[in-house]
């Protein structure tokens, strides 16, 4: 395949990624309205927005590893519709924690058959020279989805109603499959591959490959509780700031698609740069950066709202910068052979840290709250110590990759 049509086969990839990440931040998009209408505790909507990812969790492994064994254009295929249909199902039957936890864990089975499997095979396309632009755009597709998914649920949930909302973001996963149908192509394994299969503990044995998962793991922590509380946090200095409810709601779904689209344009950036500079150099800084806004920015809350958003911007940029780097890290560093396997242990560990981590940031908006803070405040007054375990996991991301740095 040539370099051109590689590129063009990355595109359709790519518009494949954004239509299956529609759903992926509605919920988040519109959570102080959720969170006030179901009557939600702090850690109960962190539960609800992390089951997508426990979701995944319990798929990934199963549909990562399969790769291994069975064209991925039809893993792909199944699951992008699996997860269209379960937001629709979301869409009509949520009724508050129980049944929203419950059908967003199906969506997440579904992402679970897209983003790794697709990650591989952009892998397998590209040579160590050009991967980590090639992952760098995948991985950008992927984090300018999410933010299209706050823009277009914010912008639907004020037309008309936050059920319409989720309906029509649900139609993407659907789309994303179609794509995959007719563009993805076919994929044949070679008698190479085949022979070149090794067992589980030799990759278990593969120190520098578990180090970078490690890093994985601290990135995922920090970015997915970010990702999970933003548009609350946002609402919530808007609201100190004097605006009503629904208008504070719509704007920090478009700040927090703004952030994350920002995060979109550090992906295709880290991925070059990484390629110029080395992969683990520029997943320390970039982790450093983030890491210090993490412990940062929770404190802002009363500051000028055009401060907190130009923090939050950065903070978006830094956040996600290393991300395909990292992967890319994985990638390069798995043995051949066990490359599936390597990326389902990636995805075990690191997608099991973002699904901790809004579960852990809401307990300790509990912990650091008043009991009554919706009723007496109308948002959440304290947020510093929730985004410092954000920031206190991105750190343990450079002390775990730091001995890579000498090699």
């Excluded at 931040?25 to 992390?50: D, M, R, V």
């Excluded at 008309?160 to 909302?165: D, K």
């Excluded at 290393?322 to 389902?344: K, W």
Aim: with cysteine; proline share 3%; hydrophobic share 50%.
């Amino acid at each position: 395949m040539r370099l051109d049509d590689r590129f063009r086969w990355l595109i359709w990839l790519s518009l494949a990624e954004i239509g299956t990440m529609l759903v992926f931040n509605n919920y988040s998009a519109l959570l102080p309205i959720l969170q006030k209408e179901w009557s939600l505790t702090n850690s109960e909507a962190g539960w609800i927005f992390s089951s997508y990812q426990i979701g995944y969790i319990l798929a990934v492994v199963l549909f990562t590893s399969l790769t291994d064994y069975i064209n991925t254009k039809y893993i792909y295929l199944m699951t992008s519709l699996w997860a269209g249909l379960a937001g629709i199902l979301l869409s009509f039957w949520a009724e508050g924690f129980y049944s929203a936890m419950f059908l967003r864990t199906l969506i997440g089975i579904g992402f679970a058959g897209t983003y790794m499997p697709g990650l591989r095979m952009v892998s397998e396309r590209f040579s160590s020279r050009e991967r980590g632009r090639a992952v760098g755009i995948y991985v950008g597709a992927f984090t300018f989805g999410a933010a299209i998914s706050l823009f277009l649920t914010g912008i639907l949930n004020s037309l008309f109603a936050w059920r319409w909302a989720f309906l029509i973001t649900s139609l993407g996963p659907i789309a994303g499959g179609i794509i995959a149908l007719f563009k993805l192509g076919e994929e044949v394994r070679t008698e190479a591959e085949e022979e070149l299969r090794i067992p589980l503990k030799e990759i278990l044995k593969n120190r520098p490959a578990l180090m970078m998962i490690g890093g994985y793991a601290a990135h995922m922590w920090e970015m997915f509780g970010m990702r999970g509380w933003i548009v609350a946090f946002l609402t919530a200095c808007l609201l100190t700031a004097q605006y009503d409810l629904e208008k504070a709601v719509s704007l920090s779904a478009a700040i927090a698609g703004a952030v994350t689209l920002a995060g979109a344009l550090s992906n295709a950036l880290g991925g070059t740069l990484s390629d110029r500079f080395g992969r683990v150099h520029t997943i320390i800084v970039v982790m450093l950066g983030s890491s210090v806004l993490s412990l940062i920015i929770g404190w802002t809350r009363g500051f000028p709202i055009a401060l907190v958003i130009v923090l939050s911007l950065v903070y978006g940029f830094m956040v996600t910068g290393e991300s395909s780097v990292l992967s890319t890290g994985v990638t390069e560093l798995a043995r051949p052979g066990g490359l599936g396997r390597t990326m389902a242990l990636q995805s075990l560990l690191g997608w099991g840290a973002a699904s901790l981590s809004p579960i852990a940031f809401g307990y300790v908006l509990d912990l650091t709250n008043p009991a009554d803070a919706l009723t007496r405040f109308g948002f959440v007054p304290n947020w510093g110590w929730a985004f410092a375990i954000l920031g206190l996991g991105g750190l343990t991301g450079p002390l775990i990759l730091w001995p890579l740095k000498k090699k």
